[in-house]
């Protein structure tokens, strides 16, 4: 029975490695003959080893990492050339980034079975990370040997012997590979630059002149054998080339640049830009070839401390034969942003970007930031609301039409704005933004007497900005308002004037509280610093009625009524007001 028995967990011990290979990392390869070594080992220390490595097995899929290497430690006693055992330790110590330990386990591991794939590749990778390069060729030319139609390998070879400046390998490793993919462009390609770093410029220009002889009706190939000539001072065969090329078509941008670029090297600098000003204006000029001629031009100007009325009539002229192409009027008003031109030329640009490029987000927002000092909401409110519906995600759209509409009186169409917005924010959104959204909702919500929902949207504004000096005023003057909370509206006011202690309508505020609370004395020292600071413009009814409220509480009828008749002269209730100021009147003989 116990023979039996040991048998059936040394079965099930090999059935777990085969089902580790798929779940962790492939520990075993397919090849894998001798992960206890069966041969060498007596019946009992063959069984002892099963029983413990399934137990390792167990425990590492438990994810018990530590008690699983102690048993795979055991193992090794018993078996000191498991491959699959040191391969396992391999892993072990590369989770625990104990490097070298586990690079010499994966290398035991490789060589106990060279016919492993799977422990030659990992080796092979490990060696390219740890900058073991001539290790890293040495494994995967042995798996090129096992596997000859591998290409992917090869195509490793190739660039190793390239790192390790081993040209004529590197050759051989290309051959290898047309042998078995068959003669291509990019082979060809790769060994033109195998013979260019070798030195062998006989080599590289055989190459690439077949490439381009097997290429007849191909321009692309005889151009790359002419920039190759230039670049080895071969000036005039590489001009017959370009001229070439172009008299067959004139058209043919890569040329035309090529061309340039023989101008410009050669010295002619007027047949440069003319070739320039060819590619710049002409109708054919892929998008890509004519911006960076573009640059290129604005950054010769720039160089040469060229007038910039020179760039600006390039940019018409350009314009003028691609007038929708939007990468142009993004360097347009990038060029006009950078140096500084008068507003109005910037503005303009970024409008006729915008017009082009109606969801460019950037363009129109630094528009309406040009535009926020006129504080003209309807032009505001017209470049905004387009961009909710270009940009329906962008949140700083919906905050400038809803703040727009607000200082337009248009209530509703400012909350329909803020409230759509609202669906937008998120972990990411400005929490400024965020706060003022809020904030706005509450003075709109305050005005049409939903308190309700404005003590909402206040909350939710201080929560995501606690500092909100507006909102804590306004919230705090609508509490006193409404009578509810006014020691949490003391609180918040007195926030507001520690940040601006000479603001006359942060003061009023704190005042007015200070009088709902009972607090008449400190409510007249308030008040009064609120009259010291207070202008004509910034003056209102409701501040020289709050001051004849809080005089009249301390006695002071006299000046109550001096009060009630300056809340008169601001607009206010006149009846009411005239009924105050005959009580007080009455009061003060």
């Not at 092979?124 to 596997?147: C, N, P, V, W």
């Not at 002149?209 to 920039?227: I, R």
């Not at 573009?294 to 940019?315: K, P």
């Not at 000096?469 to 004037?497: C, P």
């Amino acid at each position: 029975m116990m023979r039996k028995r040991g048998l059936n967990i040394l079965a099930l011990a090999f059935a777990a490695v085969v089902c580790h290979v798929a779940a962790v990392s492939s520990v075993l390869g397919s090849k894998d003959k001798e992960a206890v070594n069966a041969d060498t080992l007596t019946y009992e220390q063959d069984s002892l080893f099963g029983e413990r490595f399934l137990s390792a097995l167990r425990q590492r899929e438990k994810g018990n990492a530590d008690s699983s290497m102690m048993l795979i430690d055991s193992c090794l006693r018993i078996n000191p050339r498991s491959a699959v055992a040191h391969y396992m330790r391999a892993d072990y110590f590369a989770d625990k980034d104990s490097v070298d330990l586990a690079f010499s386990h994966l290398e035991t591991a490789a060589r106990l079975a060279p016919d492993n794939d799977t422990y030659q590749e990992r080796l092979a990778q490990m060696s390219l990370g740890m900058g073991y390069f001539d290790k890293a060729i040495d494994t995967y030319e042995r798996l090129y040997q096992a596997h000859r139609d591998r290409d992917d390998v090869v195509a490793i070879l190739v660039r190793l012997y390239g790192r390790q400046k081993k040209y004529d390998k590197m050759l051989d490793a290309i051959r290898r590979l047309e042998e078995m993919d068959g003669q291509s462009d990019q082979l060809s390609l790769m060994r033109m630059n195998a013979y260019e770093m070798k030195g062998d410029a006989k080599g590289a220009y055989n190459t690439l002149k077949a490439l381009a002889d097997s290429h007849p009706n191909d321009p692309n190939f005889k151009l790359m054998l002419g920039n190759w000539l230039m670049q080895h001072k071969r000036m005039q065969e590489a001009y017959d080339i370009y001229s070439g090329v172009l008299k067959s078509e004139p058209d043919n941008a890569m040329a035309q640049s090529c061309l340039y670029d023989y101008y410009n090297g050669s010295g002619q600098d007027a047949l440069a830009k003319d070739m320039m000003n060819r590619l710049l204006f002409g109708k054919e000029t892929p998008q890509e070839t004519r911006v960076q001629f573009l640059r290129n031009a604005i950054q010769q100007n720039e160089s040469t401390g060229g007038d910039s009325t020179n760039v600006v009539e390039l940019f018409r002229k350009v314009q003028a034969v691609v007038p929708r192409d939007t990468t142009v009027a993004q360097l347009k008003a990038a060029y006009y942003t950078l140096r500084k031109f008068p507003k109005d030329s910037i503005d303009n640009a970024l409008a006729q970007l915008i017009q082009l490029q109606p969801d460019n987000a950037d363009a129109r927002v630094q528009l309406i930031q040009d535009k926020w000092a006129s504080q003209d909401w309807k032009e505001i409110a017209a470049l905004s609301e387009p961009g909710m519906l270009y940009n329906p995600d962008f949140l700083p759209f919906y905050f400038f039409t809803g703040l727009s509409r607000y200082y337009l009186k248009d209530d509703k169409g400012a909350l329909d704005a803020l409230r759509k917005g609202t669906a937008f924010i998120n972990d990411q959104s400005n929490t400024a933004i965020v706060a003022e959204i809020y904030s706005i909702m509450g003075e709109i919500y305050s005005a049409n007497d939903l308190k309700k929902e404005a003590y909402a949207a206040y909350d939710s504004c201080l929560q995501y900005d606690p500092g909100n000096i507006g909102t804590l005023n306004n919230y705090a003057y609508f509490l006193s308002v409404d009578g509810v909370d006014l020691d949490r509206a003391e609180k918040m006011s007195a926030k507001a004037i520690a940040a601006e202690p000479k603001n006359a309508t942060y003061l009023d505020t704190y005042a007015w509280i200070l009088y709902r609370l009972g607090r008449y004395a400190d409510a007249k020292i308030y008040i009064d610093q609120t009259l010291k600071f207070v202008s004509d413009s910034t003056s209102s009814n409701t501040l020289y009625e709050h001051a004849a409220d809080i005089y009249a509480a301390l006695g002071d009828y006299g000046s109550a009524a001096s009060f009630c008749e300056k809340a008169v002269k601001q607009g206010g209730d006149a009846k009411a007001l005239e009924k105050k100021i005959r009580l007080y009147r009455k009061k003060s003989k």
